[in-house]
């Protein structure tokens, strides 16, 4: 496929009681493209997707408080961890977009795809003029 006859859709999902793992799982798929007949994996076909309501997303177990997110600066002493109860009272919407960065590949194709990704921590968007479709997963 030629990159002019790509055809990009756009999608909304509802992260409201859903699973972060297999929220972002199915969400790494559209943006990757892998739900299409066309899929080529040198090249961006995935489509566009809108997550609402990411502050709702479930985690189970003990994760609350377990769960950790690494960072460095690059200098010493600059490492910090975060638990996800911090993270989700400060940016609920990294919680969704670190899941799915790790789901996609690790180079330039997959930080282009990564910006095809709308995250919103409440349940208003503005992208309702590209009249998104509901995913359900």
Do not use: C
Not at 95 to 115: D, T, Y
Not at 121 to 133: E, F, I, L, T, V
Request: net charge positive; hydrophobic share 35%; glycine share 8%.
């Amino acid at each position: 496929m030629k990159a002019g006859e790509i055809q990009k859709d756009w999608y909304i999902a509802d992260a409201e009681n859903k699973t972060l793992g297999r929220l972002a799982s199915g969400v790494a798929q559209v943006l990757k493209g892998k739900h299409k007949p066309t899929y080529t994996p040198h090249m961006d076909m995935g489509d566009f997707v809108v997550v609402i309501n990411a502050e709702k997303v479930r985690v189970s177990g003990k994760k609350e408080m377990q769960k950790t997110y690494f960072s460095h600066s690059g200098y010493p002493g600059g490492a910090k961890e975060v638990d996800l109860y911090t993270i989700r009272r400060l940016h609920p919407e990294r919680i969704v977009e670190n899941a799915v960065k790790g789901m996609l590949p690790h180079n330039r194709l997959g930080r282009k795809i990564f910006s095809n990704l709308k995250v919103y921590s409440g349940p208003d968007h503005p992208h309702s003029a590209q009249q998104p479709k509901v995913m359900d997963f």
